[in-house]
């Protein structure tokens, strides 16, 4: 399913390595049973293992749910034995692919640079990068916050041309805050997302800057949800263990059509 070209509040689910084939098929089926309105302002993203995303792309029958894969090879084609490509993803209904996810930064050294390279294969192939970029708990208390994103955006960024950046998704995920149960606040959050899209604006335009969008992760739960949706320059949410429920990833889905329905009303 192709992207939607407005800029929709994104609700992206990232399952990592969870669910069989039988299990995803299900969960997509109670999802749209679940789902209560229809909007038009809200895209929900399922960034599925590679295993299930043909199964996925297929069962999904609303405008508001699109797939995405984990990540991608740089390459297109090649001996890259176990690799995946962007041509293959796309192949197979992918309309997202995520990069620079901090668990491939750290378990498999991935380089902004790569990243880089990631990103720019996914648009080759016409398939929408979500980058994913943050700091460490120690850059943090170092006060190097800004530098990190800073640094991360140049890179990462590169070679773009302003309307790939339009085309691009930013997932800001604070490392410390990932799987710890920490949650950054409203006001550390609205820092980052509100310098990220300045940087945008520098290195691009300001359209591009206002076209992107950037999405919040790092412990996201049904609980907590309400109070990112109150911060400014959130294009939306990613959520990690609390997707792999379909009831509490559908009340999440909930919160977050509320919330931009009565910006907009």
């Known amino acids: 399913m192709e992207p939607q070209k407005e800029k929709r509040f994104i609700v992206l689910a990232n ?20 789902l209560q309105t229809p909007g038009d302002r809200v895209e929900i993203i399922l960034c599925v293992p590679f295993t299930m995303l043909g199964a996925v792309s297929r069962e999904v029958t609303s405008s508001m749910v699109s797939v995405g894969g984990q990540d991608v090879h740089d390459r297109d084609w090649g001996a890259f034995t176990g690799e995946i490509s962007a041509p293959m993803l796309a192949d197979v209904g992918a ?20 990243v880089n390279a990631k990103a720019r294969a ?3 192939a016409g398939i929408v990068p979500i980058v994913c970029i943050g700091e460490t708990i120690d850059e943090r208390k170092r006060g190097l916050t800004l530098n990190k994103l800073e640094r991360q955006a140049m890179v990462c960024f590169d070679g773009f041309s302003g309307d790939e950046m339009e085309r691009t ?31 945008i604006e520098r290195l691009f335009s300001g359209k591009a800057a206002s076209m992107t969008r950037i999405v919040y992760g790092g412990s996201v ?16 949410v990613g ?20 919330a931009v329905s009565m910006k907009i009303s």
Request: proline share 1%; net charge negative.
């Open 239 to 258: 959520v990690g263990s609390d997707s792999l429920d379909v009831e509490n990833f559908l009340g999440i889905v909930e919160r977050c059509t509320e």
């Open 95 to 114: 309309a997202y692919g995520m990069v620079g996810h901090s668990e491939r930064r750290k378990y498999s050294s991935e380089t902004d640079e790569v």
């Open 221 to 236: 739960k049904h609980k907590n949800v309400s109070d990112m949706l109150k911060v400014k320059d959130i294009d939306g």
């Open 169 to 199: 998704v930013i997932l800001y995920e604070p490392i410390w805050a990932i799987g710890t149960g920490h949650i950054a606040t409203a006001e550390q959050a609205g820092e980052a997302h509100g310098f990220i899209r300045r940087m």
């Open 15 to 34: 399952w990592k390595m969870h669910k069989t084939l039988a299990e995803s098929i299900d969960y997509v089926k109670a999802l749209h049973e679940g």
């Open 122 to 124: 996914l648009h080759r």
